[in-house]
């Protein structure tokens, strides 16, 4: 008995000398948000986390749903496929939506801008509604190019059942990705215009008019904020992704399930202003400035810019020093004629002293078309004269 006793011990030794060590996760830096189930801080142009609290954790977004709402209607707008100055007829169905409104009338018509500030301003169901039948015909076909654009955008953890977050089963997100979402909103430098307002009229003049008022009261208290948007409901609780701008930097606050309005603002407000207080980012380029030219001979017209797909910095702490910074640009192998305006052909890659610090897409700033057979063949005749 003794034997197999200090057998056993002996096992015992050598299988803690081997096993794996597990440690309990610490968490890193300031606690920044109390309140709030989850929530996440990040700088625009690199996208780099500043801060995160159960990021990844899947919850209702409520009313910021709307984020998704406008990136695609901002889309259309640049598409050319929507005006802004175009009108557009409420139906029944969009005007019986419930919740957040602007309180359309079947048939009751207005602009694709009156709409797009109902939406980024008062929260509209309604308005939500009206400017998704008009682009994909339905709000169920719209859903789908949401969801479309969830998985382009490479996001996991997000599921869209409806254009306005009012509850649904399965319509989930999560504050990682509500941030990612925000970030390809911002793309479109005109949507700030809408988010800042913090009150407004629609039908000014009329029997019947309205006043909007934000809903995200940061943009009125904190000096930066110009966007983006609130949410709630009492599933989702309150939910805010605000983004605030100071110098160059730009930076993107969320938070999920806060359990009161003053704790979703103070939970912002502090990712906010840790955010200005510590760091701070040096501009590199704007947002679809020329980086270099393609070149290809069988296109109708040789060489074409390349620009940047969205601003490009790079981040640091407040006094760093961020020493030998270089750019390397890497284009598609895969490059085929026609290319659309606007579709990416490669990346541009910043690094300090090899290390990377950003990676953006590179985008072409026209549509390049395939030369015909007759311009291929003047010139081929062309090249020949000159190699004589």
Not at 225 to 247: I, N, P
């Amino acid at each position: 008995m003794k034997k197999i006793g200090v057998w056993f011990m002996l096992m015992t030794m050598i299988m803690t000398m081997f096993a794996p060590a597990s440690y309990a996760k610490e968490e890193s830096g300031p606690e920044l948000v109390e309140s709030a189930k989850s929530a996440i801080l990040l700088e625009r142009d690199t996208g780099e986390i500043l801060y995160e609290k159960n990021s990844e954790e899947s919850l209702p977004p409520a009313s910021m749903t709307k984020i998704m709402t406008m990136i695609l209607v901002m889309e259309a707008l640049d598409e050319g496929k929507l005006k802004l100055n175009e009108k557009v007829r409420a139906s029944e169905y969009a005007a019986s939506m419930g919740g957040s409104q602007i309180f359309l009338e079947p048939g009751e018509e207005m602009t694709v801008e009156e709409l797009l500030k109902g939406v980024a301003v008062a929260s509209g169901n309604d308005a939500s509604v009206a400017l998704a039948e008009r682009i994909a015909g339905s709000e169920s076909a719209f859903v789908k190019q949401m969801n479309q654009k969830v998985k382009e955008l490479g996001l996991k953890h997000t599921k869209f059942q409806n254009t306005t977050g009012l509850p649904a089963k399965d319509h989930y997100s999560t504050a990682h990705d509500m941030a990612v979402m925000a970030k390809e909103l911002l793309k479109h430098e005109g949507i700030t215009k809408y988010t800042s307002i913090y009150e407004d009229y629609l039908r000014k003049g009329t029997d019947n008019e309205f006043w909007l008022v934000n809903t995200n009261k940061l943009v009125k208290f904190y000096n930066g904020v110009d966007g983006l948007k609130t949410g709630f409901t009492r599933e989702a609780m309150y939910c805010l992704t605000a983004t605030a701008k100071k110098d160059d930097m730009r930076v993107i606050a969320v938070v999920m399930g806060a359990e009161t309005p003053k704790d979703r603002n103070s939970d912002v407000s502090a990712m906010l202003d840790y955010a200005f207080n510590h760091y701070e980012t040096e501009s590199l380029y704007k947002r679809h400035q020329a980086v270099d030219q393609l070149t290809n001979i069988r296109a109708a017209k040789t060489t074409v810019d390349v620009v940047t797909s969205e601003s490009v910095s790079v981040l640091k702490k407040k006094g760093q020093k961020i020493e030998n910074v270089e750019k390397n640009l890497v284009y598609k192998k895969d490059l085929t004629l026609p290319i659309q305006k606007g579709d990416t052909v490669g990346t541009l890659t910043i690094t300090s002293n090899g290390k990377p610090l950003s990676k953006t897409d590179i985008v072409v700033n026209e549509t390049v078309e395939e030369a015909g057979i007759w311009t291929l063949f003047k010139r081929s005749m062309s090249e020949m004269v000159k190699q004589r």
